[in-house]
Structure formats: C-alpha cells, structure tokens
C-alpha cells in the first residue's frame, strides 16, 4: 500500500535527493520549501515554518505517514540557530494534523552533534573518533540539541515514533545551499582551470593526512526511508556515512584528475577557499555568460565558509555507523563516485562548463 510523505526543506541536497527516490519507491510525496521548486511527482507546499500560523494552514488536511526534516536556517549566533531552528521545528510538527494512525518523524542534523556549533568547531574537549551515537551531548549550547528537544517532545505528546540522522558532509545537488561542497570544489576547480591558478588544498594537515568520512545525499535518503520503515531503528539516534574511508592527499587528487588540472601537494599552510574565491564573483558570471551556464552567481553556488569549516578541522574525523548495520542497514557508497556523480551532473545540468 502506497504511503505518504511530507519532506520538508524539499529543494535542498538532502530533500531534493529524499523526494527522487521516494517518488521512485512509489511513496506519495509531498514538498515543503519557502519558495518550492519543481520536482516531479512531489505535490509543493509553500511555507515559512517561522510562522506558526501560516505553517498550520498550509499542512491543513495532510496526515502523513512520515515526516522528514531537512531543513535549517543559518543565523549569526548560536543563540539566534537555537531560537530559530527550534521554532522551525515546533511550528511545523504543531501545525500538523495529529496522527490517527503509526507515524515517523525524521530529523537531519549532523555530526555537530560531537564537534560543537560553528561558534566552538572542533574546540574545547571532543569525544573520541570514531563518533559513535551513545557518547551522547556536548556540554555546550547547540541549535541540533534544540531541534532534538522539540522532537522529543512532540512525540511525547502526540505518539509517534522518530529517528535523529547525523550525516557527516554531504556530497548533492542543490542551488542556493547554505553548505555544499561538492558544488563549492567544482566551482574552484573550474576557477583554477580558467585561470591557471593552483588547485590548492585550502584546509589543515590533520585533514590532509588524517581519516575522513562523508555522506552522499542518496545514502542518506535511503537511511532516512529505511529508519522509518524498520521498526527496530523507532526511536534512536543513527550516524550515516558512504561506508569508505579516505585521506584528503587521495582525494584531492582524485578531484583534480577529474576537472584535468593538476592538484597542488599541501605544503602545510592554510590558504581558506573564502580568501581565494574572494573577488571571483565577476570572473564566474564572465564563464557563465560564455558558456552558457544556469546560474551566474558565485554566492547560489559555492559555500567556501563552510567547506573552510570542514577541511579546517585540527583534528581527524571518522563516524561509526556499527548502529546501523547491526539493525540491517546495507547502504554503501564510494565517496570518489559520489562526488563524480554529482560533477557530471552539474555539467549535464549546465552549472559547470
């Protein structure tokens, strides 16, 4: 029997990539953004989960079998994520109709959970690598904490079972994401192999040297419907990642070999992508304008900050995902081939030359 969903934040990496493969399960699948875009075989909702009110009168009538939140909203403080993810939370699972049937809610954060807000990354005492589910919170404000809390305790008051989904970096397609990588590398690289610059690695020695993980957005999904579809993994708390793992110095060749240019061996200095892309955006919309490309703005499509954060890091990261396959989780994917994927995706999408 066919079931339905309700993905919010729908246009973004990971609910672009829950819809597509919820549509193709058969699921029937609905799309809440502030400004949705479209998605085949996904019914839009249009909603700024900020306004209680709003929300409640635009999920008016929609009792889904499962919730899947994607979605968060970038502010400059931790105070300010807190308050405002919170809301976002709150507003949207009080806004639904109250289930008279089983139903799932899913909530995305992410490995944040263990190395802090952005505002004390990686500082301070952290627990042990490989991050495992049971070394539990931080003693430090974070807005993933909040956004647990209110899950918590809407399915405390309304009886529904949850899954929290803590994704490494994830590797997909979305324009306008506050935190992308893979597109954030492919921009940088055609930048260097416009311009003859050095494909520089721009993060620290313990990421160039050190183990890492990451999560394709397509792994992720199939986490997601399988949590809420397994009983056994109802309320617990699950790191997802590809599966592999590998060394920066491996990787950053990879990438390289794949645009055609040459990548630079790290020399130990930190050269932040957000210093080297600085004063880019002109150069892209003059690439943009002669090839033909879909998006001419720099800022819809790179996050340098963000990608800054990661390959920054003092310390080595690797998640531990034995949570997962002692319940029957199977999902694996080479990170190679996801950012791959990903790349010859958004040149057939012609948002790289």
């Known amino acids: 029997m066919a079931k339905t969903v309700l993905v919010v934040g729908a246009s973004g990496i990971v609910g672009s990539a829950t819809t597509d493969l919820l549509v193709e399960q058969g699921w029937t699948v609905h799309g809440l953004a502030r400004r949705p875009t479209r998605q085949p075989g996904v019914q839009p909702i249009a909603a700024d989960l900020l306004d209680a009110s709003a929300t409640a009168a635009a ?25 405002v993810n919170a809301a976002m939370v709150r507003n949207l699972l009080d806004g639904l ?42 003693d430090v404000e974070n807005f993933y904490y909040a956004q647990e809390d209110e899950v918590f305790a809407a399915a405390a ?19 306008g994401n506050a935190m992308n990588m893979g597109t954030t590398l492919a921009v940088y690289a055609t930048l260097c192999r416009e311009t003859g610059r050095p494909f520089t690695f721009p993060g620290s020695a313990a990421q160039w040297s050190g183990l890492t993980d990451m ?38 060749h990879r990438i390289a070999d794949w645009f055609g240019i040459a990548a630079v061996p790290f020399d130990g200095i930190v050269r932040p992508l957000e210093r080297q892309m600085a004063n880019d955006a002109a150069l892209w919309r003059e690439i943009a304008t002669r090839e033909r490309l879909a998006e001419p703005d720099l800022g819809r499509l790179a996050s340098p900050w963000h990608t800054d954060a990661d390959l920054g890091r003092p310390i080595e990261v690797v998640t531990d995902m034995s949570k997962s396959r002692r319940l029957g989780f199977t999902g694996y994917q080479p990170t190679d081939d ?16």
């Open 215 to 252: 999560t394709d957005a397509r792994q992720l999904a199939r986490h997601l419907i399988w949590a809420a579809d397994t009983e056994a993994a109802h309320d617990e708390a699950f790191n997802v990642v590809n599966g592999d793992v590998f060394r920066w110095q491996w990787m950053w």
């Open 97 to 138: 109709t109250k289930p008279t049937a089983p139903r799932h809610v899913a909530l995305v954060t992410g490995l944040k959970h263990y190395l802090g807000p952005f505002e004390a990354y990686g500082q301070g005492t952290l627990p042990q690598t490989p991050f495992r589910e049971d070394q539990g919170r931080l």
């Open 157 to 175: 008051r309304d009886g529904f079972t949850w899954s929290v989904h803590r994704p490494h970096t994830v590797i997909g397609l979305a324009v």
């Open 59 to 83: 999920l008016r009538g929609i009792a889904p079998d499962a919730v899947f939140i994607t979605t968060w909203l970038r502010q400059d403080s931790e105070a300010e994520n807190i308050r």
């Open 338 to 353: 996801a950012f791959f994927a990903l790349f010859e995706r958004l040149r057939a999408d012609r948002l790289i030359p």
